[in-house]
């Protein structure tokens, strides 16, 4: 196991980030696959997650995430992607997505440490401003993310390309 890239402490159990690895992909598809909206639209076929994780993995400007439990299963993941630009007079933006807990380790804080590590990271790494969606059938998340102090200043829109 490598070594975690942080150490989460929310309560009383102890979590380690870790860089997510190809044998993380099962587990990590079974978090996006937990809730309602998951199960319609995410698939069973692990290949192209496979192929998804590998071309996430070697970009550098990406950073896939694995938090292990001390029995070392897969119990969160997000991904954050820092996005230079020109707008905000050249600000970096951390990109935040794919936030998943496991249902048996909501509750407790797991999260909150996650999101509050994520935006020390993007800090770290030269960003400015922090963003993420999340989907209007998803009312409990956004008071989640709400009383983490983020706040909805856009309204964010999707295009279906395929």
Avoid: I, N
């Avoid at 993380?24 to 290949?47: I, N």
């Avoid at 954050?80 to 990109?95: I, K």
């Amino acid at each position: 196991m490598t070594t975690p890239l942080a150490t989460l402490d929310p309560g009383p159990r102890r979590y380690a980030v870790h860089r997510a690895r190809r044998a993380d992909v099962p587990a990590l598809v079974a978090l996006l696959r937990d809730d309602p909206l998951g199960r319609t639209r995410e698939g069973v076929d692990l290949g192209p997650y496979e192929t998804a994780f590998e071309a996430v993995d070697r970009d550098l400007a990406h950073l896939l995430v694995a938090v292990r439990d001390t029995d070392d299963a897969v119990v969160a993941t997000l991904q954050l992607t820092l996005l230079p630009g020109l707008s905000r007079a050249g600000a970096t933006r951390l990109q935040v997505e794919g936030v998943r807990v496991r249902a048996d380790a909501r509750g407790a804080g797991l999260g909150a440490a996650l999101l509050t590590w994520a935006v020390a990271w993007g800090r770290d790494h030269g960003a400015t401003l922090a963003q993420l969606t999340t989907d209007e059938q998803r009312p409990a998340a956004r008071r989640f993310y709400e009383r983490l102090g983020w706040v909805a200043t856009h309204t964010g829109m999707k295009l279906p390309l395929v």
